[in-house]
């Protein structure tokens, strides 16, 4: 925390501009020095040069941010170049040999945590606002840069914190008051209640971070792999006439309306002695059972036939789309689905309606993970530890334990929620969290 850090901050490569930042006690004597500037405001952009030896390396723009107004928290300077790879290493070379060293992954946002800038759910949420793969993904992420989390874990600590008063005060006047079992078990059952909810609800929020496994199964020659292509917009499944061309899973990510979609073409299911399909089919049922939506492909040039008899037993519990390909051909098809799609994977006809009934059958899923704030398998195992203090507590109320066990459980609750948001950590957790960030972070 005291030593004065650099690091470049921008994507590595040639562009219009370049981010050099520099961090800690040194960082405003360093930019004075390599400036030749008198005084640098805080928060004032100055147009310059930046020399090594009364060279000039190249002309910057340079913003100094005095502590403890900066994003770190400490002094901070930020430099802005033209962004060519040479000029830009040239300037953190020329930073690092005045008195600064390089800064580790994510050290910047680690002093912004340290700082009491931002909270631990906070700064989990600018990696993943970099890492966003799709716009539900910015959004979620950013409802808790700007306190989404923070709010709800106040508010359950507040409320346990009563509860907790509540009991305490019976241990210290027993003769004087006392304690409302029935109803502390009944609000402790209430915020676990709550708690639960949400724990159930971030399951399909890391879904959606992750990408919702969307898998197409159908008998050979149905136009898996040419649906695949369309979706994806590239080929990327080999397309013939031959049945059981795709003997492997192949898999791509799409983004339909906003929501990421992990799509995979799996191998035609149908009898076969050739050893190698038979690897392929038995992996098409495996990813058939991981999936969170299957697109059930059907050939309207054949009708229904034997072979997806035997895949609709395999996926009949499974969220699925029934899809009538090659209707641009001849049909032999009768409504046998409710909800079944008519497409053309060779023309595109239909693919909207597609996408259209895919997002339907994900509404929940959307709905509910976008609804909890929870964004990481950290934040889960947390509550999920939460929840099982208060259980412990609310069956030593109903036991008849001594007050002071209740307390014991329910202040650990407490303490989870202080590690959730930060409060408490250990160094192994911040090296876990902010290892993943980029160096200029």
């Known amino acids: 925390m005291y030593d004065t850090i650099s690091a470049i901050s921008s994507p590595y490569g040639t562009g219009a501009i370049s981010v050099i930042r520099i961090d800690g006690p040194k960082s405003y004597e360093i930019i004075k020095k390599l400036t ?11 147009s310059t040069y930046i020399y090594l030896e009364n060279e000039v390396i190249d002309q910057v723009n340079v913003v100094f941010f005095k502590s403890p107004k900066s994003y770190t928290g400490n002094d901070l300077v930020e430099i802005y170049a033209h962004g ?30 340290l700082n009491g800038k931002i909270s631990l759910v906070q700064a989990e949420a600018i990696y993943q606002i970099i890492e966003a793969k799709s716009e539900i993904s910015l959004k979620m992420s950013l409802q808790n840069l700007n306190g989404g989390l923070n709010e709800e874990i106040e508010y359950y600590r507040r409320e346990i914190l009563n509860i907790l008063s509540e009991i305490e005060v019976t241990v210290d006047y027993p003769d004087d008051i006392e304690i409302d079992t029935k109803n502390i078990v009944k609000e402790i059952f209430r915020i676990k209640n709550e708690i639960d909810n949400k724990v159930t609800n971030s399951k399909k929020a890391l879904m959606l971070n992750a990408g919702i496994v969307m898998t197409i199964v159908g008998k050979p020659n149905s136009g898996k792999s040419t649906l695949l292509n369309r979706l994806l917009l590239e080929d990327r499944a080999i397309v013939t006439d031959i049945p059981g061309t795709t003997r492997d899973v192949i898999k791509g990510e799409i983004d ?48 229904f036939t034997k072979e997806d008899e035997f895949i609709l037993k395999e996926i009949e519990n499974n969220n ?36 259209n009934k895919i997002i339907s059958k994900v509404k929940d899923i959307v709905e509910s993970g976008t609804s909890s704030h929870i964004t990481t398998q950290r934040q889960v ?7 099982l203090y208060l259980e412990r507590a609310v069956k030593s109320l109903e036991e008849g334990f001594e007050l002071d066990i209740i307390s014991f459980d329910l202040r650990k609750a407490l303490e989870e929620f202080d590690i959730l948001l930060g409060r408490r950590f250990t160094d192994d957790l911040l090296d ?6 980029c160096v200029g972070k």
């Open 320 to 355: 699925f789309i029934p899809i009538w390909n090659k209707c641009d051909s001849s049909l032999k098809i009768n409504k046998k689905f409710e909800d079944e799609v008519k497409i053309s994977a060779l023309t595109g006809e239909g693919l909207r309606n597609l996408e």
């Open 84 to 113: 060519g790879v040479i000029v830009t290493r040239k300037i953190l070379e020329t930073v690092l040999s005045s008195g600064a060293r390089l800064a580790e992954r994510g050290e910047f946002t680690k002093r912004a945590f």
């Open 432 to 437: 876990n969290i902010f290892s993943n960030f």
């Open 381 to 387: 195992e947390i509550l999920e530890r939460v929840n």
């Open 36 to 46: 030749n500037l008198d005084e640098i405001k805080h928060r004032m952009v100055y």
């Open 256 to 303: 339909i309306n906003g929501v990421r979609f992990i799509i995979v073409d799996t191998a035609g299911i149908r009898e076969t002695e050739d050893i190698v399909e038979k690897i392929g089919i038995d992996r098409s049922l495996r990813e058939m059972k991981k999936a969170d939506i299957v697109l059930f492909v059907l050939d309207a040039s054949t009708g």
